[in-house]
């Protein structure tokens, strides 16, 4: 079990941590963030392996994964 | 190590020479350059001597370069220098610019040769006036200083150094061909001279050297005193730009400084800089009778006798002539208010100067009321003595020839 | 917010004006992260040309020059040399490196100066709006391409190895973690290090030059169309080859020469040899 947020702040909605997540935990949501863009949401945090790929290929660091 | 700081001494030395070694004793320790003629004695110079004294040289690619790591260097807390000629100081344009925009305090020699182009290499000329001024893009002032002796290509490089840190701006030394090789006897110091490197109030740009946890950002695109970015903001990017050239524009009084000669009982004014200042002088004392031992001999003049065909000379007498000369050592910015009041009771002003006259135009802007007079000449030589009292004769009117026979 | 910009980025300055998806966010997260292993941070300034990728830097909490177009590298060599005792990175981008700034990158590489290089590769001008840059491959599109560009693209590893640079690497956005090592291998190692990185423009080069406009489909293909090149292996010319047999693309560590002289040792060396005390 992980701790994720996505900070709203920093995301533009690119989706790249859809993809690079090995557990699919990211979905795609309805909400928008600060930029404008629909941002993702964290479905399954229970699946996470903490492997932390989503922080480091989220280019605007919006990803925060606490063990 | 180098003996007790400050101590005189007397040396002949050469123009490029003297400009090196100002900048040591100034404290540059960093010296980044390209050969060019007629300026490649200070790079020459500088190698050696730069290494000694515990700085860094380094023979860049290009001018482009050479003015980029200047750049870099000064930000890495060393006080740096690079030392040019025409097509060099074209290709640096740019990081002046940048020098001027992030207030970074470099000093860039410009050892004048004629132009456009590659122009005369072995030449002099003072074609780079305006490029000295307005050469980059963009509205920014600068502090451009015009030796007219060796003497001068030792003090005016110290007093680059000082000028850009405390405004802290680019500073061009303007040299030319004429005194960047001429050989004279001059007085250097010994050691080396601390400038301090102090935050300057009228700034608005980050000041801080590198490393110092300041997390100085130098950012070229115009910005705000943290260095971000607000070019794109049309209110804040104009108040930036009246205060950059405020900080030069405010302070023409303390930045200014010209020599004056004879200028007391005047009725004539010759305005020169950087070295046709010298014959300016030259034609000031032979007209005022005044005995200069080096030069006394030039003037027994022997003219026209080709086109006459007669052995007879006629020589001309000045003596009724009331010459002053003022000279401008700071060039740019332009030294309005001294020069006024210098020339406040002569008529004529004679401009001299080597390219086609473009400096006379700043002169007869600011001295509306008076009759200037520019006195152009290209193709490399300088203007002599004779020429400019000619020329002044000319124009006042007062020709008379006393006819001598052998 | 990832827990490095805590450290590293200034938070006032956020967001970032890359586009969504841009490569240089990763490549900015991998070089905090290469600082972060070293715990070299109070040792490093930063210094960027003109484009996207040079404004990877002007967002850390760091002294950082932001150059003019092409002359990142000798801002950075000045920096170093009054200040030889610190680690200088420098960010640029393909246009700004090869192009415009070509001449400062030969003569750095062929002086072998200890300047860590990070080259973003995203085969455009991006800022601009899309124009063909030094490495837009053949036939791409781009609005000063618009039939297919037709000149061979630069290799900017093979160029710097050839001069004598003495660490040369070549990652993609897709492989972050790699990417961070080899930073910090970079800055950590005495001499000119370059480090390429593949990165994408899904705006401006992603239909055009990929065909594919997500950005995580385009990394997607950098994995495809890549192979990992391994150093001292069978073929030796893989490293400076534009493609292997089967069109893909080497990425890995190319060259890691620590016995190369680099420039302020072989300056110290010779001032020491003639006798001039410092």
């Known amino acids: 079990m992980a701790n994720i947020t996505i900070d709203k702040a920093c995301c533009k909605g690119c989706n790249i941590c859809l993809s690079v997540c090995p557990k699919k935990i990211f979905a795609k949501s309805r909400q928008r963030n600060n930029y404008g863009t629909a941002m993702p949401a964290v479905e399954n945090p229970d699946d996470c392996i903490v492997c932390r790929m989503c922080e480091r290929m989220c280019p605007d660091g919006a990803i925060n994964v606490e063990k | ?406 | 917010m990832n827990k490095l910009y805590e450290k590293y980025i200034k938070k006032e300055s956020l967001p970032t004006l890359f586009c969504p998806g841009c490569g240089n966010g990763i490549i900015q997260i991998a070089a905090m992260e290469a600082m972060e292993k070293l715990n070299c941070k109070d040792d490093v300034a930063c210094v960027s040309g003109i484009g996207c990728s040079s404004w990877i830097p002007c967002y850390y909490k760091l002294d950082v020059i932001h150059t003019m177009h092409g002359r990142a590298i000798a801002f950075a060599e000045g920096l170093k040399l009054a200040r030889p005792d610190k680690k200088i990175m420098v960010f640029t981008g393909d246009g700004d490196c090869m192009a415009i700034g070509g001449n400062h990158l030969l003569h750095a590489a062929q002086r072998n100066i200890d300047l860590t290089v990070v080259m973003v590769n995203n085969y455009i001008y991006g800022m601009t709006g899309g124009q063909k840059s030094p490495t837009t491959p053949i036939g791409a599109q781009t609005k000063t391409s618009p039939f297919g560009c037709i000149d061979e693209p630069m290799n900017a590893c093979k160029l710097v190895m050839s001069l004598g640079a003495s660490y040369v690497a070549r990652w993609t956005t897709a492989h972050p973690v790699q990417l961070a090592k080899s930073i910090a291998e970079g800055l950590d190692h005495k001499g000119f290090s370059f480090i390429e990185v593949l990165s994408q423009c899904p705006v401006q080069a992603g239909k055009n030059v990929w065909g594919e406009k997500e950005p995580a489909k385009i990394m997607e293909k950098y994995k495809e169309y890549t192979y990992l090149y391994k150093m001292g292996s069978a073929d030796p010319t893989g490293a400076m080859a534009e493609r292997n047999a089967d069109g893909l693309i080497p990425i890995g560590l190319f060259k890691h020469d620590d016995d190369a002289k680099e420039y302020l040792e072989r300056v110290e060396e010779k001032l020491a040899e003639i006798g001039i005390a410092r």
């Open chain 2, 1 to 406: 190590m180098a003996a007790k700081s400050g101590k005189l001494n007397e040396v002949v030395l050469q123009g490029n020479e003297a400009c090196a070694k100002g900048a040591l004793y100034a404290g540059c320790r960093f010296f980044a350059g390209y050969p060019i003629t007629p300026s490649t004695e200070i790079i020459e110079m500088m190698s050696g001597e730069m290494q000694k004294a515990g700085g860094a040289f380094i023979q860049m690619e290009d001018e482009i370069g050479s003015a980029c790591a200047i750049i870099g260097a000064r930000w890495g807390g060393s006080k740096a220098m690079t030392a040019t000629s025409g097509p060099g100081y074209t290709l640096m344009q740019e990081a002046i610019g940048f020098a001027a925009v992030t207030e970074t305090p470099i000093v860039i020699v410009n050892v004048q040769r004629g132009g456009p182009s590659t122009g005369q290499p072995t030449l002099s000329s003072q074609q780079d006036i305006y490029q000295a001024r307005y050469g980059s893009h963009g509205d920014y002032e600068i502090i451009v200083l015009a030796p007219s002796s060796v003497q001068e290509m030792y003090d005016f490089t110290i007093k680059a150094f000082e000028l850009s840190e405390q405004f802290r701006t680019p500073v061009i030394l303007l040299a030319d061909e004429v005194v960047g090789h001429m050989r004279e006897k001059i007085t250097i110091r010994d050691g080396s001279k601390t400038i301090k490197a102090e935050r300057q109030k009228y700034v608005v740009s980050p000041q801080a050297d590198f490393f110092q946890g300041a997390f100085t950002t130098v950012e070229g695109q115009l910005h705000d005193e943290q260095g971000r970015r607000i070019g794109h903001i049309a209110h804040k990017s104009g108040e930036f730009i009246y205060n950059l050239n405020k900080k030069i524009t405010d302070n023409v009084d303390v930045i200014s400084d010209i020599s004056t000669y004879c200028m007391e009982d005047a009725d004539v004014a010759i305005v020169a800089y950087g070295s046709v200042a010298r014959p300016s002088l030259n034609a000031v004392k032979h007209a005022r009778g005044i005995k200069d031992a080096r030069i006394a001999p030039k003037f027994k003049i022997v003219r026209d006798i080709m086109k006459r065909g007669i052995q007879k000379t006629i020589q001309t007498d000045y003596s009724h002539l009331k010459v002053g000369l003022v000279k401008v050592n700071t060039v740019w910015p332009f030294p309005e208010e001294l020069l006024k009041q210098a020339t406040e009771r002569v008529d004529t002003v004679i401009v001299p100067e080597m390219n086609v006259g473009k400096y006379s135009r700043e002169v007869e802007r600011v001295l509306k009321d008076k009759n200037v007079v520019p006195m152009s000449k290209c193709g490399g030589d300088i203007h002599t003595p004779i020429e400019i009292l000619d020329k002044i004769m000319e124009v006042t009117g007062l020709d008379e020839e006393v006819e001598i026979n052998e």
